[in-house]
């Protein structure tokens, strides 16, 4: 595999082209000792022939391999790897290949592969643009892939777990790399904010800093005096979250949702446009917005343009052709649990 992977890439651009005939020459070696994932392929920032790639070792143990001309410096970036070998190949010189573990729970050496080798995986905030969210598979990768060479679209967008959001974040990213989606995906959690302990909130939030939307779920603690105690509650939240991630030097942007679902009554498009008003105002202006089911689609998707915002469904509330139609494609659609095929059906009716 190291040999091929020599002869494939050595001075030559490393994109997805490249990494696709990996893909299929690797098929033909008949592998039956490890089973390589070609997308993950990275090439080393400032040792140009040193390569990274995610393998599956017999029963399933994942492993990153680091293959290196054996006059090249041992890497600086995985301390004390474990030494597979050294081979000459039919044409070159002496490699060096070298492994350490690259499951899903390990966090640092996840962190230090998008840190160091390739950015490009870490989550990116979502904007204006439409989404479909799923949790973090292989299966969600693919359907993403899918719909983005059908339509050239990006609508790639994970939920993780806020009861345990540094190993959903770490497999997010993990799975994201052996996939080799490269195209971007926001990343974020709903924070329950009705009986919330403000110290558990925190953590928390500090848990997920790295993260690029987070959902204030006040639903729940709108009550008889209106929906003010809960956009108070949002407001505190937003101010928590910059306050962290300026704390942890994290600079990039990210999206602030505010859920209505919940409510004891339907959002009516007044409400909607009441509530992004006031978070705007105070300088806390959320790009999403989840109405609590059972108004008039046309009117809340008015409101939610008319304050910049993007419309949030949890798609078991109403037919996905429905609220795309009603939003005009904006949308942010959650919990959809389709299949590779499913999800391109969905992004269809968003496009249309």
């Known amino acids: 595999m190291a040999s091929l992977v020599f002869s494939l890439a050595e001075r030559k651009p490393l994109n997805d082209d490249l990494r696709s005939r990996l893909a299929a020459r690797s098929v033909a070696l008949r592998l039956e000792t490890i089973r390589p994932f070609a997308g993950s392929l990275e090439r080393d920032p400032v040792h140009h022939s040193t390569y990274y790639l995610a393998v599956d070792a017999p029963h399933g143990a994942p492993w990153l391999?680091?293959?290196?001309?054996?006059?090249?410096p041992t890497s600086a970036i995985f301390a004390k790897p474990l030494l597979i070998g050294r081979m000459r190949r039919a044409t070159g010189?002496?490699?060096v290949l070298n492994a350490v573990p690259f499951g899903a729970r390990d966090h640092d050496i996840i962190g230090r592969f998008v840190q160091h080798i390739n950015p490009v995986f870490q989550p990116r905030a979502q904007g204006g643009r439409p989404a479909i969210v799923m949790e973090a598979s292989p299966a969600a990768f693919e359907g993403f892939r899918g719909i983005l060479k059908s339509g050239n679209r990006n609508l790639a967008a994970i939920e993780l777990d806020a009861a345990a959001v540094a190993d959903s974040y770490h497999a997010a990213l993990w799975t994201a790399i052996r996939a080799g989606w490269r195209e971007g995906f926001s990343a974020g959690i709903t924070v329950p904010l009705s009986g919330a302990e403000p110290g558990q909130v925190k953590e928390?939030?500090?848990q997920a800093a790295p993260l690029t939307r987070f959902t204030a779920a006040v639903g729940p603690v709108v009550g008889p005096g209106g929906v003010t105690p809960a956009l108070q509650a949002a407001e505190r939240l937003h101010e928590l979250i910059r306050q962290t991630r300026a704390a942890a030097r994290i600079t990039r942007p990210f999206d602030f949702e505010l859920s209505l679902e919940g409510s004891p009554s339907p959002?009516?498009?007044g409400d909607l446009g009441f509530c992004l008003e006031w978070l705007r105002q105070r300088g806390h202006a959320a790009q999403l917005v989840a109405p609590q089911p059972g108004g008039?689609?046309?009117?809340?998707?008015a409101a939610a343009r008319l304050g910049q915002c993007t419309l949030s469904f949890d798609a078991r509330a109403a037919d996905p052709a429905a609220?795309?139609?009603?939003?005009?494609?904006?949308v942010h659609l959650r919990r959809l649990g389709q299949?590779?095929?499913g999800l391109l059906a969905i992004a269809e009716q968003?496009?249309?």
Do not use: F
């Open 93 to 95: 010189p002496e490699i």
């Open 296 to 301: 008039d689609l046309a009117e809340l998707a």
């Open 323 to 330: 609220l795309a139609r009603a939003a005009a494609g904006r």
């Open 267 to 269: 959002t009516t498009p």
């Open 204 to 206: 928390t939030i500090r």
């Open 350 to 352: 968003l496009r249309a």
């Open 339 to 341: 299949s590779p095929e």
């Open 65 to 72: 391999l680091h293959m290196a001309p054996a006059a090249a």
